[in-house]
């Protein structure tokens, strides 16, 4: 009787089925994850280009200068921020093809605008951005449907605009142009509003993109996979460098074959307290996520924007050790003092297996900032009084030619 009060206050959730933790902190989890060595170098570039998004959404913010700039001493002002270690000024001189650097005599002071092959990126990627309008009223469509109310805070959306390829006016342009399919509340909190699928709209059943790739799977060779294995499945990669134990893969045949609940679904109520339970909670979660990143641009997210949307989804789990637990589909980084998850499946050598639009444009500037001050001149990158524009057209000119290699 003794034994069994104690067990009964003493009852500890089970762990997630692929888990192989022991009395470990997250942090410690993090740390002691593979490291894929193809991600960690394109995040080695991918961090440098989030700090150069950052700097170009600041320049372009300021219309009041013709060309948009910004003065050097208010970057530098922001540098740790920014997470420039060593200054605004030492970050620009990095990236002559995208910041050009100038000195204003009527105000004193250096300032830094774009150049122009930057400046015709940013076009391009507004243009293909509001071409692909239908394209992003689907995402957001399927982004409330994953909430079981089919709403979504305002501020959480914000949070991700750039990943799911919205427009800087998406409010406007997108909620506002469709009321027939969105809805903007007030909520209970101040200054806060909600958006709402609109239940007049007639929704058509929505499919997860891990349902295309499962029949996909079945018409390969004469449908040569096993039908009843496919149903609950996700697709599972991993690197050749990363050694399976025999056990690890028995687990992760045994959850593929585990029933779940899809993420536009309705979710029914579950037995925390059972083992299937926790189990059928554990990988409608992964589906979620799995399916979140599906609808990014890039299929990549930082883990703490995604965490906004936990509530809302009803993930009652640690969503970054979510990601760790599953490294067949999901890939964790850690540098640029950010925890980013990567879609596995979606990538190839560092690269989308199957591009969009969007993507195509910034992958532009990622390329710039790869090729950084190669082939240069050291003259070409230094803060000059008098701006040659004649020269700086010529090094663009270079450029262009230079990004074909890289891509």
Not at 292 to 313: N, Q, Y
Not at 335 to 350: I, Q
């Amino acid at each position: 009787m003794a034994t069994r009060f104690i067990k009964k206050f003493t009852f500890t959730r089970p762990h997630s089925l692929l888990s192989n933790r022991h009395k470990t902190t997250s942090s410690q989890y993090v740390a002691s994850r593979f490291r894929d060595a193809t991600f960690e170098k394109f995040m080695d570039h991918y961090k440098s280009l989030l700090k150069v998004i950052s700097i170009q959404d600041l320049i372009l913010a300021n219309p009041n200068t013709n060309p948009p700039s910004v003065s050097l001493d208010f970057l530098n002002r922001l540098s740790q921020k920014l997470h420039l270690n060593r200054g605004a000024t030492a970050f620009l001189r990095k990236y002559p093809r995208i910041f050009h650097i100038y000195y204003d005599p009527s105000l004193s002071k250096p300032y830094c605008k774009l150049t122009s092959t930057a400046i015709q990126i940013s076009k391009e990627e507004a243009a293909a951005i509001h071409n692909t309008h239908p394209l992003i009223i689907d995402r957001l469509t399927r982004l409330l449907s994953m909430s079981s109310s089919k709403t979504l805070p305002l501020r959480a959306i914000f949070k991700v605009w750039r990943e799911l390829g919205l427009p800087d006016d998406f409010e406007d342009s997108i909620l506002s142009q469709n009321p027939h399919i969105f809805q903007i509340l007030d909520a209970h909190e101040p200054n806060t509003h909600l958006i709402k699928l609109n239940t007049r709209h007639n929704i058509q059943k929505l499919t997860a993109s891990v349902e295309n790739w499962r029949m996909m799977e079945c018409c390969i060779d004469d449908c040569g996979v096993d039908r009843t294995e496919m149903r609950f499945s996700f697709k599972h990669g991993y690197p050749p460098s990363m050694k399976l134990k025999k056990k690890f893969r028995a687990k992760v045949k045994e959850w593929q074959k585990l029933p779940y609940t899809g993420p536009y679904d309705e979710f029914t109520t579950i037995n925390k307290r059972s083992k299937t339970g926790v189990m059928q909670i554990e990988k409608r979660a992964v589906a979620v996520v799995h399916e979140f990143l599906s609808l990014t641009v890039e299929k990549t997210v930082e883990v703490e924007k995604i965490s906004h949307f936990r509530k809302w989804f009803g993930i009652d789990l640690n969503v970054r050790d979510l990601f760790l637990d599953h490294p067949g589909m999901f890939y964790l980084s850690t540098k640029g003092k950010r925890h980013t998850v990567f879609l596995r499946e979606a990538y190839e050598r560092g690269c989308l297996i199957d591009p969009n639009p969007v993507y195509v444009v910034r992958r532009k500037l990622l390329d710039l900032v790869i090729l950084g001050r190669r082939g240069l001149r050291s003259d070409d990158y230094k803060l000059s009084s008098s701006e040659s524009e004649s020269e700086e057209d010529d090094d663009l000119h270079e450029t262009g030619n230079d990004e074909g290699a890289i891509l």
